[in-house]
């Protein structure tokens, strides 16, 4: 019977900076596809927020006109509110 041959500690060494190497890229890879993930999950909150507004604009019958200037009128009165 053949004796395998020993790994040196260089090798060894070698082959544990590979393992590392290749858990670093595979978290990477798992990182970008996490951050993708959530700034789609954002955009999709901003939609959902949108079509809210956008609904209950219908059931008061609000034009994007009347909403700004309620917006307008209500920014103002905390403005006054807070002494500014």
């Known amino acids: 019977m053949e004796r395998r041959h020993r790994r040196t500690k ?3 060494l070698d082959d544990e900076l590979l393992k590392i190497t290749e858990v670093m ?3 990477s890879k798992a990182l970008t596809e996490l951050e993708e993930k959530r700034l789609a999950l954002i955009e999709e909150i901003e939609q959902e927020r949108i079509r809210e507004v956008t609904k209950l604009m219908k ?3 609000l034009s994007v006109d009347q909403l700004r200037d309620i917006i307008g009128d209500t920014a103002e009165d905390a403005a006054v509110g807070q002494g500014a």
């Open 10 to 12: 260089k090798e060894k």
């Open 25 to 27: 890229e595979q978290h």
């Open 59 to 61: 059931e008061k019958n």
